[in-house]
């Protein structure tokens, strides 16, 4: 075992994103949608775009900072690089409370969709196997990165077969009079974008992971930009297939009823493939987000704000920060409520990124790769959908 605290650069442009998409195909495609279509109604597919817009100002930002800064941390190191120590600890904070919720949750919808899988069991058991999943995933994440990176690779591609299946096996039955406008307001919009803005934030989870990547001033900006414009397309697909296969309504109905609304809208017989591939999605979340908020714990330990004994790396991995965040995650998970789990996550996900704007905006001029304009923008759409979620 090795004393040294230092990180192996093993993640080339594909592993990049393939962690991202790891970290952003989860609760966000399987169930945030049919939550803001409740929401916003058919108009779900522009608040999908406008989201899109937001992280794309957001991620423009997070990749300048990371290809000046290839640090484990994320935006922790660049606001004590760029604003001062506090605003680098209220970074910290915020991101380890709002990906500690996001963890619990997805570990907790697991559990759903595994109980749904097998129609039995009930609120306990879905606790259990919550639980049962975060300590299996800690264990691997505590092993390194490459053995989560296949284990990834392993979790996308179940995932993403599975929603193709939902989308070839649900287009002889797309009504295309489910795409008309209803009567959603500008708030509503504004709050389902809030919602699906959330779910798209995983693609931070790249930049997180700074030290461990290959040539990181060009394979970071770029796995980012690859990781959105997937998602965008993978969103806009599936959601308008699932608004085209019931409607809107129907698609919120079925959110409320099961918690799992592609199984519940796809034809009968790819319904058992669907609940595999929600499985292999909140599986894949859980490890994303174990990899990215210890990496945030061993930047803060470095400097002091979070014990010094999470700074410790054996072999490549951060072990002890991958256990104590295990721990943290488990505890949420135990709680055994997704409503809180989400609310922690939704508002502090939005302040976190806030600081990450303001941090791009500081850089100096030889560092900037956009326009101040963009995370100028990036950090008062982050603001506005933060009074949003308060005001709702």
Not at 361 to 378: D, F, K
Request: glycine share 10%.
């Amino acid at each position: 075992m090795s004393a040294d605290s230092s990180l192996k650069r093993v993640l080339g442009l594909p592993g990049a994103v393939a962690m991202g998409l790891g970290s952003i195909v989860g609760t966000g495609i399987f169930v945030t949608i049919g939550t803001a279509a409740g929401v916003a109604g058919s108009s779900l597919m522009i608040a999908i775009v406008l989201a899109a817009i937001i992280a794309t100002c957001n991620g423009l930002g997070s990749a300048q900072l990371a290809a000046a800064h290839p640090v484990s941390g994320g935006t922790y190191e660049y606001g004590y690089r760029t604003l001062g120590a506090w605003p680098g600890r209220i970074a910290g904070i915020t991101f380890v409370c709002a990906k500690t919720a996001s963890a619990a949750t997805a570990a907790l919808g697991f559990g759903g969709y595994v109980i749904a899988l097998v129609e039995r069991g009930d609120r306990t058991l879905q606790v259990g196997l919550a639980a049962g999943a975060v300590i299996v995933l800690t264990a691997i994440a505590a092993a390194g990165l490459q053995r989560s990176h296949r284990m990834n690779l392993v979790i996308i591609a179940v995932t993403l077969g599975a929603l193709l299946t939902f989308v070839i096996a649900s287009l002889p039955h797309v009504n295309t009079a489910h795409f008309e406008l209803g009567n959603a307001s500008a708030h509503d919009i504004a709050f389902a974008t809030a919602l699906v803005f959330v779910a798209y934030t995983g693609y931070g989870r790249i930049a997180t992971l700074g030290e461990e990547v290959r040539e990181p001033a060009r394979t970071i900006p770029r796995a980012i930009i690859i990781t959105l414009v997937a998602t965008l397309v993978l969103y806009l697909v599936v959601a308008s297939t699932a608004i085209g296969v019931a409607g809107a309504d129907a698609l919120a109905a079925a959110t409320r009823a099961t918690n799992a609304p592609l199984e519940a809208l796809a034809p009968a017989g790819v319904q058992p493939v669907i609940a595999v591939g929600a499985i292999t999605a909140m599986l894949g979340v859980i490890l994303n987000l174990l990899l990215g908020i210890s990496r945030v714990v061993l930047a803060m330990a470095r400097r002091g704000d979070m014990p010094k004994a999470l700074a410790h790396v054996d072999d490549g991995s951060p072990r002890r920060a991958v256990i104590a965040t295990g721990a943290v995650i488990l505890g949420l998970a135990l709680v055994g409520s997704i409503e809180t789990t989400w609310t922690v996550s939704a508002f502090t996900v939005l302040l976190y990124y806030g600081v990450t704007n303001l941090c791009a905006l500081r850089q100096p001029p030889e560092e900037r790769r956009v326009p101040r304009v963009v995370p100028a923008l990036g950090f008062l759409l982050c603001m506005l959908l933060a009074i949003v979620i308060v005001l709702r």
